[in-house]
């Protein structure tokens, strides 16, 4: 199946959903009080999905690889703020365990992307 636009990308969907979640705990009360914080996993969880969709229009797989890593690195920041808000009280223990796990999942569906578009001599 050739994906045509980059909402068709499993990984940016579920990236989607991170961000939904992401969202909604930020607006939380003990939350939304933590500018900076807010601001920083907002913006880590937005950059997961622009750079998902900024690579699709790469000009070459070994490109759109590259902005496929930005995305997964920023997972990665998502999951450290995570550990903030943890002990910040901001969430709770299953809020964290539901965003965290969903930030594995994308990075999984990322680097499986990843592997693929490398290895793939078509363009997508």
Known sequence: MKITKFEEIKSWQEAKILVGLIYKVSKENRFK???ALVEQIRKAGISVMANIAEGF????NLEFAKFLSY????????QSHLYIALEQKYIEDAQ???MYQKCSQVKNLIGGFIKYIKNSKRTL
């Open 57 to 60: 229009d790469c000009s070459s």
């Open 71 to 78: 995305s997964q690195r920023s997972c990665s920041e998502i």
């Open 33 to 35: 009080v933590d500018y």
């Open 96 to 98: 964290f365990e539901e």
